[in-house]
């Protein structure tokens, strides 16, 4: 297996690609056209990718482990959801040869996880984001027992498929405590959530990456936003795949939904 960027022959060249950060929200976005549409509007201004590779917060393992490189049935990883969720397909292709990129920018130390399909943070998204289901889709763990810095370390490493026409894609979100959601949608959004929603639009537009690996002591009231972290670190893995040089910055999904959850989605370059 080769180890090295150099001694493997990459996907193509291509124009350098964005790196972006979506907000899957609750499953039932995948069912609901108003508030697809904002990632609708999203997907229709990309250029057109080569792969999509994801990292999502529902998929936790470390070494880095590949997951499926063939079309397969999707997980529903959640449970008691309307039936009609339990019916979306997204049957986009599987991606081998990123999968190999990955293996030879990663090392050794990746394993394989041939089985696992395409957890809901990947294919809620993507049913509006990328609608067609043409392009081929790559999900990978985020090692999450990493520290803030190697997460973004990881992300660093994966820079390179961006300039072979690959979607790097992280899937969380900015706010995101279950506990404290207004199902409802009857109230307003409270101060410890849109703070922190806001601090970290300022230092990614600012580019002070080295505040946001930061997070755990400069973001304000973390543990009220992020009773545990999974659902922000995807963030950190974007953050890192975007950090050479200055590119534009920019939010094409805002705002909050049933109180708390910020929806806020991020496009850097």
Do not use: C
Request: no cysteine; aromatic share 8%.
């Amino acid at each position: 297996m080769p180890s090295s960027e150099s001694e493997t022959t990459p996907l193509g060249s291509r124009t350098r690609m964005p790196v972006g950060f979506v907000a899957h929200g609750a499953p039932t976005l995948a069912l609901d056209p108003t508030r697809g549409a904002d990632f609708r509007r999203w997907g229709e201004q990309l250029s057109r990718p080569t792969a999509v590779l994801v990292v999502s917060a529902h998929w936790e393992g470390q070494p880095v482990a590949i997951g499926t490189t063939e079309r397969r049935a999707l997980l529903y990883d959640f449970q008691g959801f309307p039936d009609d969720l339990y019916r979306v397909e997204y049957p986009a292709p599987g991606a081998p040869e990123l999968a190999a990129r990955v293996e030879a920018l990663l090392g050794r130390a990746t394993r394989r996880v041939p089985t696992r399909a395409l957890d809901h943070g990947v294919w809620v998204p993507l049913v509006h984001l990328l609608p067609a289901a043409d392009v081929p889709v790559l999900q990978i763990s985020m090692p999450s027992s990493l520290g803030a810095r190697e997460l973004f370390a990881l992300g660093q490493r994966l820079a390179p498929l961006r300039d072979e026409g690959v979607l790097v894609l992280g899937s969380g979100n900015i706010t995101h405590n279950l506990r404290r959601l207004d199902w409802r949608g009857t109230g307003s959004t409270p101060a410890w959530a849109s703070d922190f929603d806001g601090w970290v639009a300022d230092v990614l537009v600012r580019h002070d990456f080295d505040a946001l690996v930061d997070y755990a002591q400069k973001a304000p009231a973390l543990r009220e936003n992020h009773p545990t972290e999974e659902h922000l670190q995807p963030l950190l893995v974007t953050a890192g795949a975007a950090s050479q040089g200055t590119q534009p910055v920019s939010f094409p999904v805002q705002g909050f939904e049933y109180g708390s959850l910020s929806r806020r989605s991020v496009q850097i370059g």
